[in-house]
């Protein structure tokens, strides 16, 4: 059976920067007035104000300062709420392709690869651009690889179910180099709104290219990979094909992210370390052997509780590195930028760990060791 490696990782963010403060004035503005606006059926019993939101609140309760976006000026604007993008003709490349692509050139060039010795591509993340012709396959095409390619999507564990699929392939001798990356434009799925969202996400794409082992020295060998999936409607996004043809029975509905954030919160801590340690039964790893921990970004707390669960000891900045003040959850991307901003200084032969999880439930993980 061929072996895998992580040749090379690559993240890009975005310039653009929102901080909690500005983020909160703008929601505060807009609740402010919609509550006036709808006074009389606030008061009357027959409407919901909209509280109000605090930047204390966001970084106590979440471990978030600020996030990266790809588009500022809209997401701030209380009359729109969202990024403004510019549709492009079909002659142009698409902006999720486009955004693709800033983490695939970074993650190609340091491995010093070309895009057609690529022979496959998978675009892992929470949502994509269009129903089809897929992400994947137009970043396929622009990178000149001639193999195969798809769309994948497990909200933010979608990485790390990209790199088991990447892992299975090359092992059954499909591929021998695989590209798996993750464009997350989340501000676009965000409901900024929404109190209890409005400040978890920012936008950021990662990819790994995945090879067949070949004697060459560098990377990371790929011991294995897991996911393991339980199902919850406690974190939805409802956003689809149907969403038109719904509308026209119910002109009010208006799909977004929802969530019950403490079920998810209770959920996650107790799903996630049981699926990384079924990993490491299977591969005779025990915590002590594992140098560090890479965990999918989404609330500090949960990282803690996680890594503890994990790694059998309390979590420090060292054994379970946290990106969450500076990028928000970046979906999943956040682990891959977590593993290339947190590894540099392991040693050849020392393992660690990728555990990421998002809705569906679902986890992946996949335990590395440095060449
Ligand atoms: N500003 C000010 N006050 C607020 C705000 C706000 N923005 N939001 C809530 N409050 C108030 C509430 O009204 C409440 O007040 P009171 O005590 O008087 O009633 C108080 O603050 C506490 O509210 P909550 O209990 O709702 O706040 P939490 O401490 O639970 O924090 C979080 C809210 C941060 C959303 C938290 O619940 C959380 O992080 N939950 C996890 C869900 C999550 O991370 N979602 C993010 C995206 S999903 C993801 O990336 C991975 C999910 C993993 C799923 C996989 C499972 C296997």
């Not at 001798?173 to 409005?198: F, W, Y």
């Not at 005779?284 to 970004?297: C, F, S």
Request: aromatic content about 8%.
């Amino acid at each position: 059976m061929q072996t895998s490696i992580i040749r090379s990782t690559g993240y890009w963010v975005p310039p653009n920067v929102i901080s909690n403060e500005e983020l909160v004035e703008s929601y505060n503005r807009y609740a402010t007035r919609f509550n006036s606006d709808n006074a009389a059926a606030i008061t009357a019993g027959e409407l919901a104000d909209v509280p109000l939101s605090s930047a204390e609140f966001v970084k106590n309760a979440s471990g978030i300062e600020r996030r990266h976006v790809i588009e500022k000026s809209g997401i701030l604007d209380i009359d729109h709420l969202r990024p403004h993008i510019t549709p492009r003709p079909f002659d142009e490349v698409s902006f999720h392709a486009e955004f693709a692509l800033k983490s695939v050139k970074i993650a190609l060039e340091k491995a010093g690869i070309d895009g057609s010795d690529v022979d496959g591509v998978i675009v892992a993340s929470s949502a994509q651009q269009r129903n089809f012709p897929g992400i994947a396959c137009e970043i396929q095409s622009l990178i000149g690889s001639q193999g195969w390619s798809f769309d994948l999507t497990m909200a933010c564990a979608s990485a790390l179910y990209g790199l088991n699929i990447a892992n299975a392939m090359i092992a059954s001798g499909q591929a021998k180099r695989i590209l798996v990356c993750s464009p997350e434009i989340m501000t676009c799925i965000n409901v900024h709104s929404r109190r209890d969202v409005h400040f978890i996400f920012g936008d950021a794409s990662s990819a790994i290219l995945v090879e067949a082992e070949d004697g060459q020295a560098g990377g990371w060998d790929v011991l294995g990979t897991h996911t393991k999936n339980k199902f919850s409607n406690n974190l939805r996004s409802d956003f689809g094909f149907l969403n038109d043809a719904e509308r026209s029975v119910e002109p009010d509905f208006s799909p977004g992210l929802d969530q019950d954030g403490q079920k998810v919160f209770k959920d996650v801590v107790s799903f996630s370390p049981t699926v990384a340690r079924e990993l490491m039964d299977r591969l005779k790893i025990a915590p002590e052997d594992v140098r560090r921990t890479w965990l999918h970004q989404a609330n500090i707390r949960m990282v803690e509780m996680i890594a503890k669960r994990i790694l059998g000891r309390d979590r420090t900045p060292e054994n379970a590195p946290g990106i969450l003040h500076e990028y928000g959850n970046t979906s999943s991307s956040s682990v891959v930028m977590n593993f290339e901003m947190h590894s540099d200084d392991m040693a050849a032969g020392e393992t660690g760990l990728m555990c990421a999880f998002g809705a569906g439930y679902g986890v992946g993980a996949a335990a590395i060791r440095k060449r």
